[in-house]
């Protein structure tokens, strides 16, 4: 009996592996040669690929992995070091050859900004030993991307970042993303066709740097920075099916397209006379049981299926912010509240736990617009909407959508950014069992930050794997470039064989690979000590940043003269915690490690220095994070003052805290990942051709380029554009997409303290309390001549990173003499 039900058991694992990889898709070593050509930017390299496929007989085939070899024929052909690469899809292709060169050649794989690559060629191609080296996926799917991303990180992206960014996602392992860009056009055509007129569906889009927010993911108005340029759409379009699918389908990598999930122009409301759609700010919220939704997302699909083919899965999930979809926050019928409900209710596992017959009628409506359409449709579902659920109403709401699915083909992004993820809910119900992708919600805004619980990323997927129906794992930042370490970690996990024992020991390993030190050796004593410093930044930062999730937005006083949460420093806004000492600590090692060098290790100096991106942005970066947990307190301070003290006090703070912002920018502009310069010029290049649709109400009719750049500064700053001759800056996300930029920090956020410096002065001295009225009129006018303005910003470093590290370090470290009392002896 026993052993019949165990059998039972491991058939149904099997047959569930089976569904789950089926989906996978096989790509061509062809496209991963070419990746390995580009990657390296030389024809020669150690590899031979074979693809195995899913359907094939070999030991590769049943589950998803890569195997690497010595090659032990024609050696003498091939020259040193040959590695056969096996590989179940194209996907596990790249992530052999990534992991050869992370692991073997030491090399660093990174973005551009943020991070950056170090890829030397070493003079023999390392051999992996006599052993086969065998890497399997603990679960399926590799995911990333946040609907935020193709805002904040990739809008301005063009082929040749397009390329690159595929490439690392390839040599990652990422075998899953959300393939969001083009959408425009598609959605355009389905629209126009419906009787709604150019103006209203284009305005309704927002401006380029906005779309996230029509296509569904939060509504905070319509023709922001607006309407999107036909010219944009018809790019875009192009980008999408003739460039980004057919490359990741090349390398295995499922692209999601978007469905249609019920978020319309409010206008559709006329043209149906449908009185069943609800208005949001300025869209319109049609349910997926109104019967127009169905022949709209017909209509929607059949364009969409035209255009891009399919790959099968497509995210669906109007409500990313819970507060969108009017229907879903009150059931008609029994009068529940669904969303902001975050009072406690203690879910009883007693409860008899059926569906909510609404919520499986609605799931069932919107995953059949999916399925009539294309038969073998996987509907991905972004499992934040349901953050702060608890109650078991909200359970029978969740288990609706899931029943109305047949199985496999529901599958939830469990998006964590706190706690161990919302499969959690429910007394652990893994969302009743349908397949969910465990992602870090690591980021907001594309805010810069050191930060991220390496930990809680160390659990994943191993821990797991059994007692729930965790199908993936990955990462769902808004913003990308920054955090290499946590990234690269994170997507290594699903190839390990569980957890990594010392945490410390691992990053600091790791990272002298990154540095290009690992293979330097010597009896001299300069080589060991370097190499400990080093080792003792990361393992300080482990111990810091890197077990911390405090926040995945920036609060630090660089963008906020009222900046809040996460305060590094004690009340007396002097004492440094003990988090932040520790960070210091690390930044101080660093100096250290570079000092050293110049004075007694040259040929490590060299290293470091020349053509070393990762280490230079590490340097500027721990630097950068350490001034901007000093600018909180001095921001406090200095708003603090404008409103209680004399002049004197004003002009102290405010001028110890402009400085200090003025030093900042001199420290991030010795680095590529923090300047203003190539956002702006990226942007820019969208409107390099003369087009004359181009138009948005604050610019007027303007040349393309001066709106990319106009939606681009928006962006960054105040978010909502802010017209001419405002009271204030509109509301809305202000500076929620801040950067610790060079330019930005000196252009605008110390023009603004400036602002308020002077104002604050001119009250105080006339005997008056800080007129707040006209500051938000400054701040407003600020905000208007600096997003409408075109003036060019560096894009190449400027200075030296090395010295104005020290420099920045001898200035600024009395601030932590405190800290010398930690003792290190601790981290080792
Ligand atoms: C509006 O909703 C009601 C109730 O669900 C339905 O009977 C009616 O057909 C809908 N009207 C339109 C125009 O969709
Ligand atoms: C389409 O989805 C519906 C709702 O889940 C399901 O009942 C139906 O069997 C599906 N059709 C196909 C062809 O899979
Ligand atoms: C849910 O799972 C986590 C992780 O395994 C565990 O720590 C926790 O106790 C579980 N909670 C319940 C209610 O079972
Ligand atoms: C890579 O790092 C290892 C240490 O893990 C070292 O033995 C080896 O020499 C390094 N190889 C290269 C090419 O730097
Ligand atoms: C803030 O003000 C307090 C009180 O004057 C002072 O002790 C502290 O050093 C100041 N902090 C900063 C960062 O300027
Ligand atoms: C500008 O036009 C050229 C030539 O038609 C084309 O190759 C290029 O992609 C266009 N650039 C943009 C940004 O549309
Ligand atoms: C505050 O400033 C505004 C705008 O400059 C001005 O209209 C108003 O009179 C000022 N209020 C006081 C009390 O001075």
Not at 197 to 225: M, V
Not at 267 to 287: K, L, P, V
Not at 336 to 360: A, P, Q, R, V
Not at 665 to 676: A, K, S, Y
Request: with cysteine; charged share 20%.
């Amino acid at each position: 009996m026993r052993v019949a039900t165990l059998l039972l058991a491991w058939l149904l694992t099997l047959q569930c592996q089976r569904t789950a990889y089926a989906s996978q898709l096989l790509g061509t070593t062809d496209a991963v040669y070419r990746l390995i050509t580009r990657v390296l930017k030389q024809n020669e390299h150690p590899f031979q690929l074979h693809l195995v496929g899913s359907s094939s007989a070999s030991s590769a085939a049943d589950e998803s992995s890569f195997r690497m070899e010595p090659k032990y024929f024609e050696l003498q052909d091939e020259g040193n070091g040959n590695i056969l690469v096996t590989g179940s899809t194209a996907s596990e292709l790249g992530a052999g050859v990534g992991w050869y060169l992370r692991h073997y050649c030491n090399m660093t794989l990174g973005w551009p900004s943020g991070g950056g690559s170090r890829i030397v060629i070493p003079d023999q191609w390392p051999s992996i030993g006599s052993k086969k080296v065998r890497k399997t996926r603990a679960v399926p799917w590799s995911y990333f991307m946040n609907v935020c991303t193709h805002s904040y990180s990739l809008v301005w992206y063009d082929k040749q970042d397009w390329e690159q960014y595929i490439d690392w996602l390839s040599l990652t392992g990422v075998n899953n993303i959300v393939a969001l860009t083009g959408q425009e056009q598609i959605f355009y055509e389905t629209f126009l066709a419906l009787g709604l007129n150019d103006k209203d569906i284009r305005s309704w889009f927002n401006g380029p740097a906005f779309l996230t927010w029509s296509r569904g993911q939060n509504e905070y108005g319509s023709n922001i920075a607006g309407p999107l340029p036909k010219s944009w759409m018809a790019d875009q379009f192009f980008m999408q099916r003739d460039f980004i699918l057919p490359r990741l389908r090349d390398l295995g990598i499922i692209g999601q397209l978007p469905g249609f999930q019920g978020n319309v122009p409010i206008q559709m409301r006329d043209i149906f006379d449908d009185q069943n759609i609800t208005q949001e700010g300025a869209t319109g919220w049609m349910d997926a049981l109104d019967p127009i939704f169905g022949q709209i997302a017909d209509n929607y699909m059949q364009i969409l299926l035209d255009a891009f083919g399919t790959d099968h899965w497509y995210q669906l999930d109007g409500y990313f912010n819970g507060g969108t979809a009017p229907w879903m926050k009150k059931d008609p019928h029994n009068n529940i509240e669904y969303y902001h409900d975050h009072g406690y209710h203690d879910y009883d596992e007693s409860t008899k736990l059926s569906h909510n017959e609404d919520w499986f009628r609605r799931g069932t409506k919107a995953f059949e617009s999916l399925n009539r359409t294309d038969p073998k449709a996987i509907w991905s579902f972004q499992g934040f909407a349901f953050i702060g659920w608890n109650s078991p109403d909200q359970a029978e709401a969740v288990k609706g959508f899931v029943d109305a699915v047949p199985k496999d083909r529901f599958v939830i992004l469990d998006m964590s950014y706190s706690g161990l993820g919302e499969w959690t809910k429910f007394n652990n119900a893994s969302f009743f069992e349908a397949p969910f992708v465990w992602t870090a919600l690591h980021n907001f805004g594309g805010t810069d930050g050191i930060k991220g619980d390496i930990r809680r990323l160390n659990h994943f997927p191993h821990e797991f794997l059994s007692s729930t129906s965790i199908a993936g794992i990955g990462g769902t930042p808004e913003g990308i470039n920054q955090n290499p370490a946590f990234y690269e970690f994170l997507f290594e996990s699903t190839f390990r064989d569980g957890p990594v024992e010392d945490l410390g020991d691992y990053l600091a390993q790791r990272n002298m690979k990154r540095y290009g030190l690992a293979g330097v050796t010597g009896d001299d004593d300069n080589v060991f000590i370097i190499k400990y410093h080093l080792s003792q930044t990361w393992k300080l930062l482990m111990r810091s940043l890197y077990s911390n999730d405090f926040s995945t937005q920036d609060f630090t006083g660089i963008a906020h003269l009222n900046p809040g949460r996460n305060n590094l420093f004690e009340d007396d806004r002097y004492t440094p915690k003990g988090l932040l000492c520790d960070t210091f600590l690390a930044w101080e090692h660093m100096i250290q490690a570079i000092q050293k060098a110049s004075l007694e290790a040259i040929d490590i100096y060299t290293i470091l220095k020349n053509n070393n991106e990762p280490f230079r942005y590490d340097l500027v970066n721990l630097g950068r994070e350490v001034l901007a947990q000093l600018s909180t307190p001095a921001a406090k301070n200095f708003t603090d003052a404008t409103s209680q003290v004399g002049p004197n006090e004003i002009i102290k703070s405010g001028s110890f805290y402009m400085k200090l912002l003025q030093d900042v920018d001199d420290l991030v502009g010795t680095d590529q990942g923090f300047l203003l310069g190539p956002w702006l010029e990226s942007a820019r290049k969208w409107g390099a051709n003369e087009t004359d649709d181009c138009y948005t109400e604050i610019l007027g009719l303007s040349n393309c380029a001066n709106f990319y750049e106009f939606n681009a500064r928006s962006q960054i700053t105040t978010w909502n554009p802010t017209p001419k001759d405002s009271k204030s800056i509109p509301g809305g996300p202000i500076d929620y997409a801040a950067k610790h930029w060079n330019g930005l920090i000196k252009d605008y956020y110390i023009r603004r303290a400036a602002d308020l410096l002077g104002r604050a002065i001119e009250d105080k001295t006339a005997g008056r309390p800080l007129n707040q009225t006209a500051v938000d009129e400054l701040f407003a006018s600020h905000a208007y001549h600096w997003t409408t303005s075109t003036n060019k910003y560096p894009t190449t470093v400027q200075g030296d990173a090395f010295e104005t590290s020290i420099k920045m370090y001898e200035k600024y470290r009395h601030w932590f003499s405190t800290c010398a009392d930690r003792t290190e002896s601790k981290i080792a």
